[in-house]
Nanobody
Framework: QVQLVESGGGLVQAGGSLRLSCAASGRTFSTYDMGWFRQAPGKEREFVAAVSVIWGVSRGGANPRYSDTVKGRFTISRDDAKNTVYLQMNSLKPEDTAVYSC??????????????????WGQGTQVTVSS
C-alpha cells in the first residue's frame, strides 16, 4: 500500500501558475506509475497527466503523458528520491478549476488515462482559477 497526500492547490487568476505536489509514503514509490486527475462538481473525473516508473518504456525518461486540454501548459515530473510527483500548471484557465488528485498504480502501461488502472488515491487539492 502507498499513501498519497496532495498539496499546492489554491486560488489563482487566469494566466497564472501553480505547482501541485503529491507526497507518497513508504519506500515503494518508485515501483508505481503515477497520474493526476481532476474533477469539477457535477462532472466526471478526467485524466490530466501521467508519468511511468523510471525503468519503464522510457528507461529513465519517465514517459510523461498529457490530456489534449493541458498539453503544452502542464508538466508532470517525479522525484523518486523524494517520493514525490509534481504537476506544474502554467497558463491556467478558468476551466482548469477542479479538485486535483494524484493516483498510483502498478503496470498501468497504455491505461494511463483510465482511472480504473490506479489503485491508490490522494485526498485531492482544490485549484480555483478566476477569470
Amino acid at each position: 500500500q502507498v499513501q498519497l497526500v496532495e498539496s499546492g492547490g489554491g486560488l489563482v487568476q487566469a494566466g497564472g501558475s501553480l505547482r501541485l505536489s503529491c507526497a507518497a509514503s513508504g519506500r515503494t514509490f518508485s515501483t508505481y506509475d503515477m497520474g493526476w486527475f481532476r474533477q469539477a462538481p457535477g462532472k466526471e473525473r478526467e485524466f490530466v497527466a501521467a508519468v511511468s516508473v523510471i525503468w519503464g518504456v522510457s528507461r529513465g525518461g519517465a514517459n510523461p503523458r498529457y490530456s489534449d486540454t493541458v498539453k503544452g501548459r502542464f508538466t508532470i515530473s517525479r522525484d523518486d528520491a523524494k517520493n514525490t510527483v509534481y504537476l506544474q500548471m502554467n497558463s491556467l484557465k478558468p476551466e482548469d478549476t477542479a479538485v486535483y488528485s494524484c493516483a498510483a498504480g502498478r503496470n498501468v502501461r497504455g491505461g494511463y488515462a483510465d482511472d480504473r488502472m490506479y489503485d491508490h488515491w490522494g485526498q485531492g487539492t482544490q485549484v480555483t482559477v478566476s477569470s
